[in-house]
């Protein structure tokens, strides 16, 4: 496997409290919850952490972790999502960054077990989250509710973002 390429960590620090604010003042993440992750190469992770609110982060508030959840830096614990992000990057070794959040309208489809598999419909749903981030949604995806291995449920994502039964987007 090629290297990646890396933008510097400070760089990544800011653009993950940007992010952050940005799905907080959208109304995507309430209190605590959602969370943020970047690669920092191909064996550690930038990672938002555990009981912050994403509207009121700072750089120096990140950890970082290995590719097997243990803690390598910084002062705070990781996000309790942990398990699910390091699922992703396991499953897709092509992921550069996670954010899960709990858009309104998407997390109520999904927690009503409503599986949107029609990639338009999709689109609409997820559409300014999809849209901040770059690429293409796809339809509602089986996730494990302990944020613990999530199957299959990241194939086919493509660069966008998914809604996840009982699991936010």
Do not use: W
């Not at 970047?38 to 590719?67: A, E, Q």
């Not at 293409?136 to 998914?162: E, F, L, R, W």
């Amino acid at each position: 496997a090629q290297p990646h390429r890396m933008t510097p960590e400070s760089q990544l620090r800011a653009e993950i409290v940007e992010v952050g604010r940005r799905m907080y003042s959208r109304g995507y993440t309430a209190s605590n919850d959602g969370n943020i992750s970047v690669r920092l190469g191909d064996d550690r992770l930038l990672m938002t952490p555990r009981s912050v609110c994403k509207g009121f982060m700072t750089p120096d508030m990140m950890c970082i972790t290995d590719m097997d959840g243990r803690k390598l830096q910084g002062d705070r614990d990781p996000s309790s999502e942990m398990l699910m992000h390091l699922e992703v990057y396991r499953q897709r070794p092509d992921a550069r960054a996670v954010c899960h959040a709990h858009p309104p309208i998407a997390t109520g489809f999904a927690v009503a077990g409503i599986v949107v598999d029609d990639g338009q419909l999709a689109r609409t749903l997820l559409d300014e989250a999809v849209d901040q981030l770059g690429g293409d949604a796809c339809g509602t995806k089986s996730a494990d509710q302990d944020g613990g291995p999530i199957g299959g449920a990241c194939q086919g994502i493509g660069n966008g973002g998914g809604n996840f039964v009982d699991h936010g987007a």
